[in-house]
């Protein structure tokens, strides 16, 4: 597998809508894997009718070949979101390079004073001390360590939203909108026309990066392509850095809006997934030890047994007996890794030995979009949304053939129209690790 790292700089606002049904719509916090998708395979084709010198050596922007086993092949190119890269770091904000990630749904953070440390109280994880306080018997109602203190609303509620970590310390991600209004236009008299105006809510083109407001920068978003085989990578690689500012994301491009800055560059996908699952399970070893202060827990579900979570990293269309689901359960996650023959053989009453789904924390909403090589809407999508958490235990004697399974999802993800962004995942988020007492 080879990892396109993507910089894409906005040189105009983006008009990238989140298209719901039922409701007016509204930008999205990111750009879709699809609109990246999408915006790539029309300049390819669009170079290809032009004939463009250089182009067609590349063998990309032609009817079949490499442009075939990028988009249409069994196997595509896996697009991944865009996330801002554009960290808020005490009073100012700054382009970081660090992997932007997407909180757990199992964060929480104040409900007064939400946030990191040191500008608000602080987030933390609630997955492991819940699933060990079920154990025990015993409620759990987690509270805002710093508001007991100072004798405060203790309160917390979910926190979502991107982050990113370098040295300890963790910084939030996010873009800022505004709208922008148009009037229309008479196509007869090249006039305005009456009774036509409105407004495009829009992802703003630049930030500032202190209070002050004397230094302004372009927002900058990060992505990557997956691809299977290293020449159609180098050959995807030079078609963007070659062709970097023609590209144009989101809708209203004709009128000024989607202009950005693409910068490519290839690098050998690497994973630490045995790390991050040996840490989890070491913290949740560690936990169940500090629980058992309420008594004996009337299993002991940690012999024998080893964890690991899937943390939804992008929105995931997930489907089981042909309906729509916001759960994966564990016969799914053996379809997904293809273990689904050895699944089907085992006895049910000892399917849990192999795999189990314990718990999951999970919400849904749906999503459309507009396809322009059809010039159709997309079908209404239910999804799961990103940040969605799910527990799994093994057996130790299957933790090597599940780490081994594991690190191929994590590129490929789940679900279904992965090449587009969906079903991103990460395998043990390390923010499961943070806890109450020691907040960031």
């Not at 209070?211 to 159609?232: C, F, K, M, T």
Request: glycine share 6%.
């Amino acid at each position: 597998m080879n990892r396109i790292k993507l910089k894409i700089t906005a040189l105009s606002p983006l008009a990238i809508a989140a298209k719901k049904p039922g409701s007016v719509s509204e930008a999205e916090d990111h750009i879709p894997g699809s609109v990246i998708r999408g915006a790539i395979a029309s300049q390819i084709l669009q170079l290809s009718n032009q004939q463009t010198p250089g182009i067609s050596e590349q063998n990309l922007a032609t009817g079949g070949g490499e442009f075939e086993a990028l988009f249409l092949s069994d196997e595509p190119a896996i697009f991944q979101n865009g996330y801002p890269a554009i960290a808020k770091i005490a009073d100012e904000s700054k382009f970081v390079e660090e992997e932007i990630m997407v909180l757990p749904a199992t964060a929480v953070s104040s409900k007064t004073d939400s946030g990191f440390k040191p500008k608000a109280n602080g987030v933390f994880d609630t997955l492991i001390d819940r699933f060990c306080a079920d154990a025990y018997n015993y409620p759990f109602d987690p509270s805002d360590p710093k508001s007991l203190k100072e004798n405060t609303d203790a309160r917390v509620e979910p926190y979502n939203g991107f982050y990113s970590c370098k040295d300890g310390k963790y910084r939030s991600h996010s873009v800022t909108t505004r709208f922008l209004t148009r009037v229309g236009i008479n196509r007869q008299r090249a006039t305005s026309q009456d009774d036509i105006l409105y407004s495009i809510e829009v992802l703003n083109e630049s930030f500032v990066n202190n209070p002050q407001g004397q230094n302004w920068h372009p927002v900058v978003y990060r992505s990557a392509i997956i691809v299977n085989h290293e020449d159609l990578a180098k050959s995807l690689t030079n078609f963007i850095n070659d062709n970097s500012q023609i590209f144009r994301l989101g809708g209203a491009t004709s009128r000024g809006l989607g202009k950005v800055e693409i910068a490519a560059e290839i690098n050998d996908v690497v994973t630490n997934i045995e790390t991050r699952i040996a840490e989890f399970n070491e913290q949740l070893k560690q936990r169940w030890q500090l629980w058992s202060v309420f008594g004996e827990a009337e299993n002991n579900l940690l012999e024998d047994r080893k964890y690991f979570t899937l943390d939804l990293q992008s929105d995931a269309i997930l489907t089981e007996n042909w309906r729509c689901t916001t759960v994966i359960s564990a016969k799914m996650l053996c379809e997904f890794v293809g273990l689904d023959k050895e699944f089907a053989k085992i006895k049910p009453e000892e399917q849990n030995g192999f795999i189990k789904l314990e718990v999951a924390y999970s919400g849904y909403n749906y999503r459309s979009g507009w396809n322009s090589a059809w010039g159709l809407m997309k079908d209404i999508e239910l999804v799961t949304n990103r940040g969605s958490v799910y527990l799994f235990s093994t057996s130790q004697e299957n933790e090597k053939l599940w780490i081994d399974k594991l690190k191929e999802l994590e590129v490929k993800g789940v679900g279904d129209r992965t090449s587009e962004g969906y079903g991103q995942v990460q395998i043990c988020n390390e923010f499961h690790n943070i806890f109450r007492e020691n907040t960031k």
